[in-house]
């Protein structure tokens, strides 16, 4: 007998530790997101990034996994910074 396991399953096992008012992301201030921007709306695997009203994209850090997609995508261009978390903070691993 098979049992199926999906990603989305596995990562609910993940905690986070939110540091309040210290996002460890940002995203520049723009009027409109470029195609990099607009990838980590689709790409980000946790879903950090989406469209606000204006158009733009915001970021949301609470979750992020540290896989560093957006960073190799957008940090270099200055689109974005990106930190670790500080120590104590951010994604806790769970395995099994
Ligand atoms: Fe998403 Fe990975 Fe960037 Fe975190 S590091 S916001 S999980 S793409």
Redesign the pocket.
């Known amino acids: 007998m098979t049992i199926a396991v999906r990603v989305e399953d596995k990562l609910f096992q993940n905690r986070y530790l939110v540091d309040a008012g210290r996002p460890h992301?940002t995203v520049a201030v723009h009027e409109k997101p470029s195609a990099n921007l607009m990838a980590?709306t689709t790409?980000?695997?946790?879903k950090?990034?989406e469209l606000n009203e204006k158009g733009q994209v915001d970021?949301t850090?609470d979750?992020?996994?540290?896989?560093?997609?957006?960073?190799v995508l957008c940090e270099a261009s200055g689109e974005i910074t990106?930190n670790y978390p500080r120590g104590g903070y951010g994604v806790l691993y769970k395995f099994g």
């Open positions: 992301i980590l790409i980000c695997p946790a950090c990034y970021v850090p979750g992020c996994m540290e896989c560093g997609t957006c960073r990106w």
